[in-house]
């Protein structure tokens, strides 16, 4: 490590108890062998970190160091892997490397599979630690808040990716949070023939059609709204980034015969989920958990490429010292789809939300 950051210490927000983030120095994290040290750029929150924040999550144990959509430069590389003074973004994943789904090379889905900022320290921080095998350059010539999009953006692609998706498809999302959002860009941009979201959020709706997608209307039924758009049929591929029980219900009339339901969003509970629709229609439901290597790696592409048209997508930054208040902006559901915490950034200034 340089003599400037040796036995030296950082700012971080740490997870202290339920609903509570406090500012603290910690020492800059030791490197091990084959480990390079990030220093944060961005921090994304996602859902597992909000329920972190409540208490709820199955894992993570206080005193904890949230934050595993990380986007950074490399300070200290490790001997081999991306040279200091790289963006990167990370593929955040911990895997056991010896159960059935490792041994078949299906990390992602490890029996054991944990997180950075979940299960150890993460990067909400000023510095992270990290293998340098979870570490992907990404150009600097990339906006860094497109950038910082590239681990949520990775689920979309694995998801699409699971859905089978060739081009043509008719295709339907309930939730327009910012999974559904990315899901609904990368659907479109890999050829789908039409994209319908379906979100209650006026504000999330509107966010949808700015983007160019059809939506379901106030006050509609969204399986009438749905049938309408696809001659009486269904779609042939439903993407659920809602994970709520009211769309669990939906499910089986939203979808064609023989079409498919990929479950994007995360249950935290059982649903009823009527089954013997599914089957007499012989319908195909697909789970999706996380990403794959390759689906992070194609994320970076998208961004890099700018095809996606990522800088219309609402966002805003808050400074490490206000992530407190950046959790309750991120759990707003408002027009803001994704919040940022940035070391750079100055307390208790905001960032204009883009557009």
């Known amino acids: 490590m340089s003599a400037v950051l040796l036995n030296s210490t950082m700012r971080a927000a740490v997870w202290t108890a339920p609903d509570t983030i406090e500012p603290r120095q910690l020492p800059v994290p030791e490197i091990p062998a084959g480990w390079a040290l990030v220093r944060t750029e961005m921090t994304g929150l996602c859902g597992s970190d909000f329920s972190i924040l409540h208490g709820t999550h199955p894992r993570a144990e206080a005193p904890l160091v949230m934050g595993h959509e990380i986007t950074g430069i490399v300070e200290v590389a490790a001997e081999t892997g991306p040279a200091a003074g790289t963006r990167v973004t990370v593929e955040p994943l911990i895997h056991c490397g010896e159960c059935h789904p490792c041994s078949g090379g299906d990390t992602h889905v490890c029996r054991a599979l944990k997180l950075y ?57 309930f939730g327009a949070g910012p999974i559904g959002i990315l899901t609904a860009l990368v659907a479109r941009h890999q050829g789908a023939g039409s994209v319908l979201i379906s979100e209650p959020s006026e504000a999330r709706r509107q966010v949808a059609e700015e983007l160019g997608f059809a939506t379901v209307a106030p006050g509609d039924d969204p399986i009438q709204a749905i049938l309408g758009a696809t001659g009486g049929d269904g779609a042939d591929i439903v993407f659920d980034s809602a994970a709520h029980p009211s769309v669990a219900a939906m499910l089986p009339r939203a979808v064609r015969v023989r079409g498919t339901i990929v479950l994007v969003g995360v249950y935290k509970k059982p649903v009823e989920l009527d089954l013997q629709a599914l089957t007499f229609a012989e319908n195909t439901v697909v789970g999706v958990r996380v990403y794959t290597r390759a689906a992070v790696e ?17 966002t805003q930054v808050f400074a490490l010292e206000d992530t407190r208040q950046a959790f309750d902006q991120a759990t707003a559901s408002g027009r803001v789809l994704k919040v940022f915490v940035s070391p750079a950034a100055a307390p208790a200034a905001r960032t204009q939300e883009s557009s």
């Open 117 to 173: 900022g979940i299960d150890v320290a993460g990067s909400l921080a000023e510095y992270v630690a990290l293998p340098a095998s979870a570490l992907i350059p990404v150009s600097n010539a990339v906006p860094l808040q497109e950038a910082a999009l590239a681990e949520p953006l990775a689920v979309a692609v694995h998801a699409v990716s699971r859905a089978g998706l060739a081009g043509g498809e008719r295709v339907v999302i």
């Open 298 to 314: 194609r994320a970076v592409e998208l961004i890099e490429s700018r095809e996606l048209g990522l800088d219309r997508i609402p």
